[in-house]
């Protein structure tokens, strides 16, 4: 009896593993977990005028908060004029750990940047009747929306539904036209496009 009942406590046994290992082999779950849903992002590049934080681990004396400089490069204690803008925070941080390694003993660097203001040839420029015109540094999944919103959106004296998203390609220029009016005050939120580098958002003025 005993020995009729392991069988069968064995039985379901193999059956329970064998239904897990065929819910998700340890590839799909890598792949699964390692994928954003919203697909791969992109990383944010550094550029002139941009605010780093440079943290060497043990060494407070060199950890520094500095500016980019408009020629692209940073200086820090024992580091001059490292170049800094088109590369991500991580690629800085090794190019200051091997300045530093004839200083300091096998340094260990991280790189934050803790303001933005981005590549000057990816900003969002926005033109024309807007509250507050700027140009402001890309966002991966940057809305119109979004941009509206930072600079405080439209003047009284906008014609928003005459607006247009001014996008440079390699074959030419594209214009898009987007009705502000539209979707600010009736919630038309199929205007509400996504943005690319380097777009140009031009608000003209009310012609009354």
Known sequence: MKFSVNIVVYFFLSQWLL???AVAPPAALLKATSVDGDGPRSVYVIGAGDELQVFV???????VS?????DG???TPLVEDVIASGKTSTQLARDVEVRLQQYVKSPVVTVTVTRFVGRYSEQIRVIGAATRPVALPYRQNMTLLDV?????GISEFAS??????????ETGVEKIRVRLDDMLNGGDMSQNMLMQPGDILVIPESLF
Do not use: D, M, Y
């Not at 509206?148 to 405080?152: C, D, E, N, P, W």
């Open 19 to 21: 239904a897990c290992s």
């Open 57 to 63: 681990w043990g060494n407070p004396e060199l950890s």
């Open 66 to 70: 500095v500016p980019v400089k408009p």
């Open 73 to 75: 490069t940073i200086t």
């Open 148 to 152: 509206l919103i930072a600079v405080g």
């Open 160 to 169: 928003g539904n005459r607006s247009s998203v001014v996008r440079e390609h």
